[in-house]
């Protein structure tokens, strides 16, 4: 009877002990702060860039103590706009938006202030509304960069300025900067460059950009005119320009500029079938957008986040109000010194970079 009664005792106690336990660890404490939810709504996978930039972003994100919540849109600004929604119903602190349709996406903006979460434009400015804040690399320096780059190697001739998508203001960015490298270099210099063409595009598509330089190719040559250089603002619409080229057995013959340093991209610079790539270090870009987004989603004001941060106010126009902006620097990329600047930065491997040159210098 006794042994009964002590195992009684011992198995209530256990019991009490359980619950206590649960009560104490199973609950949150109310007075801890909850997790900041970071929305990052992404316009593409497309690019090959665009995974590294998530990553990145992710990890410094995951650092400072915040979840990132990530939504691909596929190319379709109407589905970005519903997955801004869908993320604001789940209660996030801040929107990161790489939009794909720079006027129509200002509805996410619109419907996050409705819900006083702050918005931060990733890359890609967002059109006519009170976007907080902008981070991106210099566009216009990039674009400068690209026509520099190219008039180094062909001081005067025929050139093809080959925009990235008309809806992008950044494809506008970069043109504004060719032009200003191209006017600088001929007041300079003397010597002349004529546009032959200086069409936008649908997209920053590889295949659109072939298609169009071989039909342009083909247009000039039954006019009598030589292209001797074509300034392709990214490196997708290099690689089609490339494509072209190739087909009219005058590729690296014609210069050509790119931009994203891409693994092709730096591949066929190695190998001598694009002249130039403009290399913007996406980890800068992606830690640094996080950090941002953390401090906004904590109420922080731009103006104090700029200063935190150490980085020099820009106040960029969005056709409504001066946006609050942050500017990295591009770094230009050539055949010289792409092992001291993407190789050296891990951001691709040499062996990968070379790998279609014999022998693996």
């Known amino acids: 009877m006794n042994n009964r009664k002590h195992k009684a005792v011992f198995i209530a106690a256990l019991f009490v002990l359980v619950i206590i336990s649960f009560s104490c660890g199973g609950k949150k404490d109310p007075s801890a702060p909850a997790k900041l939810k970071i929305g990052f709504l992404m316009e593409t996978y497309d690019l090959d860039r665009w995974q590294r930039d998530e990553k990145y972003f992710t990890e410094r994100a995951?650092?400072?103590?915040?979840e990132v919540i990530r939504a691909v849109a596929d190319g379709d600004q109407d589905r970005q706009n519903k997955q801004a929604d869908n993320l604001l119903t789940?209660?996030?602190?801040?929107?990161?938006?790489?939009?794909?349709?720079?006027?129509?996406?200002?509805?996410?903006?619109?419907?996050?202030?409705?819900?006083?979460?702050?918005?931060?434009?990733?890359?890609?400015?967002?059109?006519?509304?009170?976007?907080?804040?902008?981070?991106?690399?210099?566009?216009?320096?990039?674009?400068?960069?690209?026509?520099?780059?190219?008039?180094?190697?062909?001081?005067?001739?025929?050139?093809?300025?080959?925009?990235?998508?008309?809806?992008?203001?950044?494809?506008?960015?970069?043109?504004?900067?060719?032009?200003?490298?191209?006017?600088?270099?001929?007041?300079?210099?003397?010597?002349?460059?004529?546009?032959?063409?200086?069409?936008f595009l649908d997209n920053w598509d590889r295949e659109e950009a072939r298609r169009r330089v071989s039909n342009m190719l083909t247009k000039f040559h039954a006019e009598g005119k030589t292209v001797h250089a074509i300034i392709a603002s990214n490196d997708?619409?290099?690689?089609?320009?490339?494509?072209?080229?190739?087909?009219?057995?005058?590729?690296?013959?014609?210069?050509?500029?790119?931009?994203d340093a891409e693994?092709?991209?730096?591949?066929?610079?190695?190998?001598?079938?694009?002249?130039?790539?403009?290399?913007?270090?996406?980890?800068?870009?992606?830690?640094?957008?996080?950090?941002?987004?953390?401090?906004?989603?904590?109420?922080?004001?731009?103006?104090?986040?700029?200063?935190?941060?150490?980085?020099t106010l820009h106040a960029l126009d969005n056709g409504s109000?001066?946006?609050?902006?942050?500017?990295?620097?591009?770094?230009?990329?050539?055949?010289?010194?792409?092992?001291?600047?993407v190789i050296k930065d891990g951001w691709h491997s040499r062996e990968k970079v070379y790998a279609n040159i014999h022998g693996n210098k």
Not at 168 to 185: F, P, S, V, Y
Not at 248 to 256: M, P, Q
Not at 274 to 303: C, F, W
Request: aromatic share 4%.
């Open 236 to 259: 997708a619409t290099a690689g089609g320009a490339i494509a072209a080229l190739m087909a009219e057995k005058t590729a690296g013959i014609v210069a050509v500029s790119g931009q």
């Open 321 to 341: 109000m001066k946006v609050q902006s942050i500017f990295l620097e591009p770094v230009y990329v050539t055949k010289t010194n792409i092992d001291s600047t």
């Open 62 to 66: 995951n650092a400072l103590g915040a």
């Open 90 to 199: 789940q209660g996030v602190d801040a929107l990161v938006v790489i939009p794909k349709n720079l006027n129509t996406a200002a509805r996410i903006i619109k419907s996050a202030h409705e819900k006083n979460i702050p918005v931060l434009a990733y890359d890609r400015l967002i059109m006519n509304c009170d976007l907080d804040m902008y981070i991106t690399f210099d566009n216009e320096k990039v674009g400068y960069l690209q026509a520099e780059g190219i008039l180094k190697s062909v001081p005067q001739g025929n050139f093809i300025l080959l925009g990235g998508a008309a809806s992008d203001n950044n494809a506008k960015l970069l043109r504004q900067g060719q032009l200003r490298a191209i006017q600088e270099h001929q007041e300079k210099t003397g010597k002349k460059i004529t546009i032959l063409a200086d069409p």
């Open 263 to 311: 693994l092709a991209a730096c591949q066929r610079i190695v190998e001598g079938t694009q002249t130039i790539t403009i290399y913007k270090p996406v980890r800068r870009l992606a830690e640094t957008s996080a950090e941002v987004a953390v401090r906004l989603a904590k109420k922080e004001t731009p103006a104090g986040i700029m200063k935190d941060l150490g980085f």
